[in-house]
């Protein structure tokens, strides 16, 4: 019955919160202390008793999922239905959400109010964080080339050369893909394809009892995280001179968790949000932790399932594209992120150029993998489109280093956002697929 716990669930759900609430405090005493060696073997400690043996797991899950949950559906032409609805679910969900962002930033003004030595002392420090990071200065020199090069590089994703290759080096969307053509051949094929089906269910059911597993260490796990994670950045941030960006960037995640999605939730059919909320804590707990939606998804596939009521057919569908697709959180983040950075520019963004902000952080939160601090990184893909507004480059690319010190904790929350949004979306879609 779903909501109804065993001995096991109510340890893994309510010890991860217990976790989590631990972690912070022990991770905040590290950082005062000083004791970097200790956070480090945290983190050592957790990716590898967690985050590895989670994304171990989620990419044969993601590909068998999603077949069996094309499969399951029957009729192809009921995927069509599925496939639009959960579409547009993820879409209007993440354009409120940008908004949001976008409004709350511009009304609060986190950048308008520093004094120049700060403004001076970010902008410095901020360069030096972005040099030193290979990645962004590489996604800077390819996002350069603007929108059309975002779109060209998901509609490469959605369809690679070699599905297999695309799994191996982590790109979801690719193997989705794949996935969803050889469910619909699948569900085509009739008697013949029967075996192949058969198989394909097997593996997933093995891979969700290997999840199960996990699960026995996800407390243990989060707690090791949230350690390391507030251990090297100490929640005394908060209170210095991204103290206030931050305190929007949390306040509008929070608004858009307890309150936005589930209106959505509520309004479209899904029944008690609230309630469903509480019987998910297990993966949201696990999404806190890990920061990162790709590692929850063996965690998010089966408590939706078994505790939330979500029917297998929804589920294995929503999941597992919401994991790539879905970003609410990061779309927020990127939002706010940007103007905050323009504020501190001393650049005032106008209600036009505000809107290029929220429909391209949207397209950018499509294409962030589902890993730590990949909106980081699609966030080049927002100024440059805000400078290509403006008519000039009024924010270098590299000013956002000027975040990167402190989005590991911010990272945590969004993800935590996104993974809420994508287990939203399969108790909404329950109606449209049920078991």
Not at 177 to 206: K, Q, T, Y
Not at 297 to 326: D, H, K, M, Y
Request: glycine share 12%; net charge neutral.
């Amino acid at each position: 019955m779903p909501g109804t716990l065993g001995a096991k669930e109510r340890w893994v759900a309510t010890g991860s919160i217990g976790a989590l609430i631990l972690g912070m405090f022990v991770g905040e005493v590290l950082h005062r202390q000083g004791a970097m060696g200790v956070v480090s073997g945290f983190s050592v400690a957790g990716d590898l008793m967690l985050v590895r043996p989670l994304m171990m797991l989620v990419l044969p899950l993601i590909f068998t999922s999603v077949v069996a949950g094309i499969t399951s559906l029957g009729d192809p032409s009921r995927l069509g239905r599925l496939g639009i609805s959960t579409s547009a679910y993820f879409l209007a969900t993440m354009l409120v959400a940008a908004a949001l962002g976008a409004t709350l930033v511009t009304l609060v003004g986190p950048g308008l109010g520093l004094s120049p030595q700060d403004v001076s002392a970010l902008k410095s420090s901020g360069i030096e964080r972005f040099e030193a990071a290979p990645k962004l200065t590489q996604a800077a020199s390819e996002g350069g080339q603007g929108l059309t090069y975002a779109w060209l590089q998901i509609a490469r994703q959605m369809l690679p050369s070699n599905p297999f290759a695309a799994m191996a080096e982590g790109q979801p969307l690719g193997m989705i893909m794949f996935a969803i053509v050889l469910g619909v051949a699948l569900a085509l094929s009739g008697d013949v394809g029967d075996p192949a089906v058969r198989v394909l269910n097997g593996i997933n059911e093995a891979l969700l009892r290997a999840v199960g597993w996990v699960l026995w260490i996800i407390p243990v796990g989060a707690f090791l995280l949230v350690s390391a994670s507030v251990g090297k950045v100490g929640l005394v941030q908060l209170l210095g001179p991204l103290g206030l960006y931050m305190s929007v960037v949390i306040g509008g995640l929070v608004i858009h968790m307890f309150i936005v999605l589930p209106v959505f939730q509520a309004v479209l059919g899904g029944g008690n949000p609230y309630r469903f909320m509480w019987n998910m804590r297990e993966a949201l707990a696990t999404a806190f932790a890990t920061a990162s939606s790709s590692a929850t998804l063996p965690v998010t596939i089966r408590v939706c399932e078994t505790e939330g009521g979500c029917s297998q057919r929804a589920t294995r569908f929503c999941a597992p594209l919401g994991a790539t697709l879905n970003m609410d959180g990061t779309a927020l983040y990127e939002a706010v992120a940007v103007v905050f950075l323009f504020q501190l520019y001393g650049v005032q963004l106008s209600f036009g150029e505000l809107a290029v902000v929220v429909a391209t952080a949207t397209l950018a939160a499509v294409g962030a993998a589902g890993i730590p601090s990949a909106g980081l990184v699609t966030m080049v893909i927002v100024i440059t489109a805000v400078n290509a507004s403006l008519g000039s480059e009024k924010l270098p690319v590299g000013a956002m280093g000027i975040v990167i010190g402190v989005d590991r904790l911010l990272d945590m929350c969004r993800t935590t956002v996104n993974v809420w949004g994508d287990m939203g979306a399969a108790r909404v879609m329950t109606r449209i697929a049920p078991d």
